[in-house]
């Protein structure tokens, strides 16, 4: 059972602080090894702040010792109630730069709080002056990271690390999202429009547009998770891919569906053709934008495909 903060003896807050201070260096280390292939300047910082950390543990050891004796009594973050918690990186990877900058300047700053809140409501001179020293401390280590993002994070530098940011990014959503979207709204338009034209009746078309979607949005999912595990290609996780692909492969189906909802069919289906092109030009874009395809070639290799699509489900709902 967890204990409360203001039930420890000093000699349990100094094992408690040895602890955390080892468990940040050790965060800050698995940071520095996550980011090194991609993002190696944000890594050193990283490295440079693990060192710092061991520094201050080092210090604390001393420190302990002198008072104490040999014997460090194992106290963690998880046996005080109340204290920081930190997440275990191995479940956060892939590591995002901006996240990882954001959380190690979180972990600085939640834990110089923790020890300056804690030091108000002690009343033993002697805990409370120890306490603010760690405040102190954990106050200079915010000051130390934003002095070595500024040392190695030249504009250079961040510009090429945002530029890998970008690549990810496009590989891990974009691309997934991309195919799905690709799929949904040009797979679909055969049946949705042979449907209408041969039913005439927009409730029946809206049942297989809607079934359709639904339908491809599950198979691409379960198609891109299964596609790899991203350890090679460095795609991310299979689950999210496979959920970025599944539900925009379901909402390139659903938006030239949803205009069957309308009763009268002729007004329906104009509707529909206008968000089919709408769709096909946003695709044409995001290709253009994220995937480095001239606009005029993506516009014309994707509207192509889809009015190939929607002439033959036109004719076969007219035959």
Same mark, same amino acid.
């Given at each position: 059972m967890?204990?409360?903060?203001?039930?420890?003896?000093?000699?349990?807050?100094?094992a408690?602080?040895?602890s955390?201070?080892? %468990?940040?260096?050790?965060i800050?280390?698995?940071?520095?090894?996550?980011?090194?292939?991609?993002?190696?300047?944000?890594?050193?910082?990283?490295?440079? @702040?693990?060192?710092?950390?061991?520094?201050?543990?080092?210090? #604390?050891?001393?420190?302990?010792?002198?008072?104490? *004796?040999?014997?460090?009594?194992?106290?963690?973050?998880?046996?005080?109630?109340?204290?920081?918690?930190?997440?275990?990186?191995?479940?956060?990877?892939?590591? *995002?730069?901006?996240?990882?900058?954001?959380?190690?300047?979180i972990?600085?700053?939640?834990t110089?709080?923790?020890?300056?809140?804690?030091?108000?409501?002690?009343?033993?001179?002697?805990?409370?002056?120890?306490?603010?020293?760690?405040?102190?401390?954990?106050?200079k280590?915010?000051?130390?990271?934003? =002095?070595?993002?500024r040392e190695?994070l030249t504009?250079?530098?961040?510009?090429?690390?945002?530029?890998?940011?970008?690549?990810?990014?496009? #590989?891990?959503?974009?691309?997934? *999202?991309?195919?799905? #979207?690709?799929d949904?709204?040009?797979?679909?338009?055969?049946p949705v429009?042979?449907?209408?034209?041969?039913?005439?009746?927009?409730?029946?078309?809206?049942?297989?547009?809607l079934?359709?979607?639904?339908?491809?949005?599950?198979?691409?999912?379960?198609?891109?998770a299964?596609? =790899?595990?991203?350890?090679?290609?460095?795609?991310?996780?299979?689950l999210?891919?496979?959920?970025?692909?599944?539900? @925009?492969? %379901?909402?390139? *189906?659903?938006g030239?569906?949803?205009?069957?909802?309308?009763p009268?069919?002729?007004?329906?289906?104009?509707?529909?053709?206008?968000?089919?092109?709408?769709?096909?030009?946003?695709?044409s874009?995001?290709?253009?934008?994220?995937? =480095?395809?001239?606009?005029?070639?993506?516009?014309?290799?994707?509207?192509?495909?889809?009015?190939?699509?929607?002439l033959?489900g036109i004719?076969?709902g007219?035959?």
């Amino acid at each position: 059972m967890a204990k409360n903060f203001k039930d420890l003896s000093e000699q349990e807050i100094l094992a408690l602080a040895i602890s955390s201070e080892e %468990t940040d260096a050790r965060i800050y280390a698995d940071f520095a090894a996550g980011l090194k292939a991609d993002y190696p300047a944000t890594a050193q910082i990283f490295k440079e @702040m693990e060192a710092e950390e061991d520094e201050h543990r080092r210090n #604390l050891i001393d420190d302990y010792r002198r008072r104490f *004796g040999e014997h460090i009594p194992l106290i963690r973050r998880e046996d005080v109630k109340g204290f920081v918690h930190r997440k275990p990186v191995w479940m956060i990877r892939p590591l *995002g730069i901006k996240t990882v900058r954001r959380q190690a300047q979180i972990m600085e700053t939640e834990t110089q709080r923790f020890y300056e809140r804690a030091a108000s409501k002690v009343g033993d001179i002697s805990t409370r002056k120890l306490l603010g020293d760690l405040a102190e401390a954990e106050r200079k280590h915010v000051t130390l990271a934003d =002095d070595l993002q500024r040392e190695q994070l030249t504009p250079d530098v961040e510009a090429e690390e945002d530029k890998a940011h970008r690549r990810l990014f496009v #590989l891990q959503i974009v691309q997934p *999202g991309l195919a799905g #979207l690709m799929d949904g709204s040009v797979s679909t338009l055969a049946p949705v429009f042979a449907a209408a034209f041969a039913t005439h009746n927009s409730h029946a078309a809206f049942l297989v547009g809607l079934a359709a979607s639904v339908g491809a949005g599950i198979s691409m999912g379960f198609a891109e998770a299964a596609s =790899d595990d991203g350890s090679l290609t460095g795609r991310g996780k299979p689950l999210l891919r496979g959920v970025v692909c599944g539900l @925009m492969t %379901t909402a390139g *189906g659903i938006g030239h569906t949803m205009p069957y909802l309308i009763p009268n069919f002729r007004t329906a289906t104009a509707v529909a053709v206008v968000i089919v092109a709408i769709e096909l030009l946003l695709i044409s874009w995001i290709r253009n934008r994220y995937m =480095d395809t001239p606009f005029l070639r993506a516009a014309f290799q994707v509207i192509v495909g889809g009015v190939l699509v929607f002439l033959v489900g036109i004719w076969i709902g007219s035959s």
